[in-house]
């Protein structure tokens, strides 16, 4: 089946303005994080949804960032006043909830802020 | 945030050797996970590891999860050009929430 979905692929944008970053999970994962990762880094956990109440949101940096998931499906990460330190690969992941709950990484957002 | 300490950080390598990386914790974890991540892309998912103990293999990728709980290794055998890229450790306590090495960036030379 399909896996799961990002868009866009790349965004550019000047500072100060807003952005909207869409995941799509897998069908039935009930499970969608978010994740940022800087150029040749580790994965930073943002924030945690199960269906569409976030349990977990203690990784997201500032209150310029929030999200939100509708239909316990798609997801929206939003990013206040864009400075350029958010500059980023934002990575969705999904996954079932339970013993077996590997999670599936999307292709990803690349953020670039001017 | 918390992350596991992954051991290389980096190696080249020569096509056609064996490659052996290895991931720990200070915690036990219920789960292991191996990722590869390639230039561009999001993570991809190599091998879960569900018991202590546990070898699995995906092809010639080996992974096992380490009989104290708190380590686990990945082993490639006879490495080829498109192996390159990062490979991510990521460990589970029985939450939802998983936490991830900070990677072993290998690169191999044909």
């Known amino acids: 089946g399909a896996g799961v979905s990002q868009s866009p692929s790349n965004k550019v944008t000047e500072k100060g303005k807003d952005v909207e970053l869409r995941c799509d999970p897998i069908?039935?994962?009930?499970?969608l994080y978010w994740y940022r990762q800087s150029l040749g880094q580790g994965l930073e956990f943002l924030i945690y949804?199960?269906?569409?109440?976030?349990?977990?949101k203690s990784g997201l940096p500032s209150d310029r960032f929030s999200a939100e998931r509708t239909g316990g499906s798609v997801s929206t990460l939003t990013i206040q006043r864009t400075q350029q330190e958010d500059s980023a690969v934002y990575l969705c992941?999904?996954?079932?909830?339970?013993?077996?709950?590997?999670?599936?990484f999307g292709p990803g957002t690349r953020l670039t802020v001017l | 945030g918390q992350q596991l300490n992954q051991s290389p950080q980096s190696m080249f390598i020569q096509e056609g050797e064996d490659v052996s990386m290895n991931c720990t914790s200070s915690?036990?974890?219920?789960?292991w996970l191996w990722y590869k991540q390639d230039p561009g892309e999001g993570p991809v998912l190599l091998i879960a590891?569900?018991?202590?103990?546990e070898l699995t293999s995906n092809g010639r990728l080996t992974a096992q999860f380490g009989i104290t709980r708190k380590d686990s290794f990945l082993n490639i055998s006879a490495s080829i050009p498109s192996d390159v890229g990062i490979y991510f450790c990521?460990?589970?306590?029985?939450?939802?929430?998983?936490?991830f090495g900070t990677g072993t960036r290998l690169k191999v030379l044909a």
């Open positions: 992941a999904s996954s079932l909830v339970g013993v077996y709950n590997e999670q599936f």
């Open positions: 069908s039935g994962h009930t499970a």
């Open positions: 949804f199960q269906g569409n109440s976030a349990p977990d």
């Open positions: 915690s036990i974890f219920n789960t």
């Open positions: 590891l569900y018991k202590a103990g």
């Open positions: 990521a460990g589970n306590s029985g939450t939802y929430k998983y936490i």
